[in-house]
């Protein structure tokens, strides 16, 4: 299943030594999850139940399974304004004071460092506001932009390393969130799809693996609630599930449109990377109560966007309960809509 080596993507550069662990924990959640909606009810907790723990310590991962390493754009690229590129929500949030690591600049060095390290492949974000400086992907894209990404991905089939894109990795435009509110603007979905709809059709003959967006609950949770995380929103505690709600319809748009329009010549992956905590009863604890207690951990982290996603295309049960009043609803169009993409 692709989403698993997806999922693990996101780990793999920061706890090296870990990832082993985590994606095959990652992964069984996505099974299972799929699996769960299938048995209704009785497997929910499934996850939950006896691990092989042989399989575990001695398996080993597919043939196919790729390994490798990743950046994100905005602590990576440094050049905040060069080139004619746009202010992002981070820019602002850190007050251009972000040393990064100059990968605009060196990123040529950086490559040489992928390819030294032997990794089958190199996940990066694109910074939307070096290919659109204010957001929109109606207008014309910003060539300097363009062309640093097209060299990018030009060296790395060159270096046959592959290529896996994030359309966006937090890093906004700053003028959509200054005039139209970012993500706790419907709209700004629409505005999302366009701008993946132009990156399809510009780096999609080259590109196999797309990922709309990177770990949308840390963005939702402290974009819009804690306030800890760029663009520094707080004060309203419907806002993180607003966005949350708007993420998910923009990763499903996104999806939508390359399924409809490029897929079928371009013939390409794409996905999402989620985050969670993962929580299992001590040995000795599990409890009906304690179980039940780690699969709401569960569903209020990974579940709020992979139930959607993955299995009924809506929420939750347990986090509408949670938050009534405050979580938005699908429509029921919007749930098929929602859910239509699980299985490709
Ligand atoms: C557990 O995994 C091992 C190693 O892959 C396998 O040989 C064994 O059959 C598995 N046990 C169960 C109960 O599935
Ligand atoms: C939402 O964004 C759109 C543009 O994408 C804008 O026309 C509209 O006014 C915005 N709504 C609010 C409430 O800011």
């Not at 840390?218 to 993180?240: E, I, K, N, R, S």
Request: net charge negative; aromatic share 14%; charged share 20%.
């Amino acid at each position: 299943m692709c989403v698993s080596l997806f999922l693990s993507l996101t780990m793999s550069f920061w706890w090296l030594t870990m990832f082993r662990v985590w994606s095959v924990c990652v992964s069984l959640v996505l099974i299972l999850w799929g699996m769960s909606e299938k048995v209704q009810g009785k497997a929910s907790k499934l996850w939950l139940q006896q691990l092989n723990e042989t399989f575990l310590q001695t398996g080993v991962f597919p043939s196919r399974f790729l390994w490798g390493v990743g950046t994100a754009a905005f602590p990576t690229e440094g050049s905040w304004d060069a080139d004619g590129k746009g202010e992002s929500v981070w820019d602002r949030f850190t007050r251009h004071s972000d040393p990064s690591s100059d990968s605009y600049i060196q990123w040529e060095e950086d490559l040489e460092s992928v390819q030294y390290l032997g990794v089958n492949f190199y996940a990066f974000s694109l910074s939307w506001t070096r290919i659109f400086p204010d957001g929109n992907a109606k207008a014309h894209p910003n060539p300097a932009g363009v062309q640093h990404y097209r060299r990018l991905i030009g060296k790395l089939k060159e270096l046959q390393v592959e290529p896996v894109v994030t359309l966006f990795h937090w890093d906004l435009p700053q003028v959509l969130q200054e005039r139209f509110g970012g993500w706790l603007n419907r709209s700004t979905a629409d505005v999302f799809a366009d701008y993946a709809a132009f990156c399809f059709r510009t780096f999609g003959a080259e590109v196999r693996y797309w990922i709309t967006m990177h770990n949308p609950f840390l963005l939702a949770v402290q974009g819009y609630g804690t306030g800890a995380h760029a663009p520094g929103v707080t004060g309203d505690p419907a806002d993180p599930f607003i966005a949350a709600h708007n993420l998910l319809r923009a990763h499903a748009k996104a999806w939508h449109v390359y399924d409809k329009h490029f897929r079928p010549h371009q013939h390409g992956k794409v996905s999402i990377t989620l985050g969670s905590h993962w929580v299992e009863p001590l040995h000795a604890q599990a409890t009906p109560t304690n179980l039940e207690l780690c699969q709401k951990a569960m569903e209020a982290v990974i579940g709020w966007f992979a139930e959607p996603i993955y299995g009924s295309g809506d929420y939750p049960e347990s986090l509408k309960a949670s938050h009534r009043g405050v979580i938005p609803e699908f429509s029921a169009q919007e749930r098929l809509w929602m859910k239509d993409q699980a299985y490709v």
